[in-house]
DNA sequence: GATTTTTAATAGGGTAAAGCTATTAATACG
DNA sequence: CGTATTAATAGCTTTACCCTATTAAAAATC
């Protein structure tokens, strides 16, 4: 059977045309050398070098031989640089997913840290909401997914951003006088909401935030993004609750005013399928060896790490 | 060191993802084959399967080496089968020269015999006169040359072609009423020849021809080909000698009539660098094992004997 | 929950082959 | 004709590849 060893030295004495260079180069001794090539000649069934005593000469057939085997020999240099790039997380490939808050919140900042620091790993970024990213995450369709807890699934998850929702109304809006608002005083206000299957537990802390108020809101319009919902609310359309970071983007037309009440709080949490023995119920205190996860998602995963302790100072 | 060998073990773990099975598939025992697929772990310095007692499974950075390791075992399969195909002669390149009279006569029959039979081999065909085509064979330049002996290079050859030259003239030119035709008949004509860089020898031989019968030829226009040459016989310009070959390329206008005299021949040989043990000169007598001649050459020229075999019969 | 089955790892040993040194044979060069 | 160069040959050592037998652990089954 052929093996790379026997490309390596044919490669050697095809460039040199000397046995005895060849053999010093691949630090070996020539007879060694030349039993090899003999073998491999017998191996193929063709002669690849012409040889006297003196002189060394390809035959035509072994110059198309090395061009092919120089070929292999890079490639399997390649392959080798390639994973062992792969197992620091240099290089690779990560699916994520995220909501679309995630978008206008923590995602660029994180992914422009990653990018930064692993610009060899190709991104994949695909839009679901949360149910979405939990069975896709389970499935091993995502790696990583930016959704909003409580999840049920068993993954690992890291909070990375916690707000408070606040109202945004038009600023021609009677209410928008006030510093503050309650829920009471949004009873029969017009409300622009997302669908209920985006985020549907944020969607039911708002319902019952307003059931609590005494009332069943009425539902203007159900839209989805966060500026979408801005721009239907400029347009007069509604009120909406979004989370407090889209007050960076301003909007003319459009002022927030926080609630009174404890106000539902939009989660974000960096989810990912944790380091469990193979899908087993992963008991706390007996984790046994684990099957190693993704080189890249680790390396995604600290970089989520800094980027926190980054934030927190 | 990284073997092939590692790659194939580990291409069939990775693929059956059990080593019981792949070590059968292989035709070796189990043991050895978790043994080498750790030895090639350790190689690398990564870790490319998760295995239990129980499961197997690539790693990330395994499944990225799987591709390559795959990509790499083909390529190898295919730089056997290819200096395989070209010891054969089945596949590779052969550069031929011809002269221009080749092309009007064995040429373009030869290369089709040779195209049908080995399809695979490209040819890089180079028009160039006789003297060129004796340095660029001797400079391994070119390949196979049809060219006009006799040459004095240390070439081999086989002739290939060996026909009169005829008159061509106008068909109302007056000497167009004979059957035959004598040298001194054309004592006062214009004559159109190929330039003597062309075909040195031919060239004397014409001249010495036109002497014998007493006369310097006057010389209209020299060009080339000779199907040009023929055209401008057609116009009226002069009259020409052409190899016989050249009637059957019938032109209104124009006619060809034998010589009576002994003619100066047209010879084609296909000529290559015979196999000299490396360029000193070859005594008949003991050849020593020289260098195998490239196999698609082998080939080309057993197709021309066997098209000059065709022809004879 | 004990037992059987499955399957990868470990242990120990034999052998093919990859490697070494020393020498030979053939060629080129002075 | 002698000297230098260089690939091939001969004989030997050692690596490592592969084998059989066994173990250990996890899953499946009764």
Redesign the pocket.
Known sequence: MI?L?HLRYFAAVAQTL???RAAEQL??????L??????LETLLGVQLLY??????LLTEPGRMFLTDAMRVLSQTETAITTVQRAAQGTLGQLSIGYTGPALYTVLPEILRLFRDRYPDVELSLRECCTPEQESALLADDLQVGFLHPPIDAPLQQLEVLCEPMVVALPDDHPLANQSTLSMQQLANESFILFPQAVGPNLYSQIMMLCAQAGFSPHIAQEVTPQPTMIGLVAAGIGIALVSASMQSISRPGVVYRPLQEETPLLKLAVTWKGAS??G?STKPGQQ?KAMPESPSLRNFLQVVDEWIQLRCS
């Open positions: 093996e060893r000397h046995f005895g630090g070996i001794t020539q007879p060694v030349s039993d090899q090539i003999r073998r040889r006297t005593k003196r002189v060394v023995s193979h087993s046994s």
